[in-house]
């Protein structure tokens, strides 16, 4: 399989914990997203890199995001004191360096918070 | 403020009809517009792409519109199937951001009745 893949896919963590994400996005592609879903909502955007440079997040990361792409290949998205609010799933999508190419999404990390 | 709009009722047709879903939006000008599937613990998967210069897009059993004046895009399946019951989002690049930042509506579920 060569697409997007994500891990662990889902996650059950009591409140105050830290918890974190791999994504392994589709290896000729330079550019890397991560998305929050809700319950009835679509994807928010939380965060691009282009190769290992993190080039925008969003309002809704709080300080207790913090997302890397080490070596320009996978991508971790780490939560720390995790929060109910936090209670999501978390989609990784990757892209070629072409702008106008559609983004390639992995099965995404369903996290529960207790 | 910018928004997305999709009908957020589900909608439910007879196999063999054709299915149109609406994507509505406000305050945004892009240049151009994605239609995704998302099946229920999946990620969301690309179907089909359609630039603002471009009336029409099709794809096998897919037609996309896009109206820039009336600010909105219509996506038709024909011929559905029951294999196409699923959550269909609109999304959009917000623009003048050097990368392709999608914001997406919230979905319309489709349901197709043998």
């Known amino acids: 399989d060569t697409g997007v893949s994500q891990d662990p896919r889902h996650k059950i963590t009591k409140r105050g914990q830290n918890v974190t994400f791999r994504c392994d996005p589709i290896?000729?592609?330079?550019?890397l997203y991560w998305y929050r879903q809700t319950l009835g909502q679509g994807p928010e955007f939380l965060t691009y890199f282009q190769n290992e440079a993190q080039l925008e997040k969003s309002r809704l990361l709080s300080d207790r995001f913090s997302a890397e792409r080490p070596k320009g290949s996978f991508s971790t998205l780490e939560i720390q004191r995790t929060e109910q609010g936090d209670s999501a799933m978390y989609l990784c999508?990757?892209?070629?360096?072409?702008?106008?190419?559609?983004?390639?999404f992995g099965d995404g990390t369903r996290l529960s918070i207790l | 403020s910018q928004k997305i709009e999709q009908n957020s009722e589900a909608l439910n047709i007879q196999e063999g009809k054709t299915a149109t879903l609406t994507c509505n939006y406000t305050n945004y000008s892009p240049a151009y517009l994605q239609w995704y599937r998302q099946d229920p613990g999946r990620g969301p998967v690309f179907l089909l792409l359609?630039?603002?210069?471009?009336k029409e897009k099709r794809k096998e059993r897919l037609k996309v519109t896009f109206d820039t004046t009336l600010k909105q895009s219509l996506f038709h399946i024909t011929a559905s199937q029951p294999a196409d019951s699923a959550t269909y989002l609109c999304a959009l690049d917000e623009g003048n951001t050097g990368f392709q930042k999608l914001v997406f509506g919230t979905g319309t579920r489709l349901l197709v009745s043998p």
């Open positions: 999508a990757s892209s070629s360096k072409d702008g106008r190419q559609p983004q390639h």
């Open positions: 290896s000729e592609h330079n550019r």
């Open positions: 359609i630039r603002e210069n471009e």
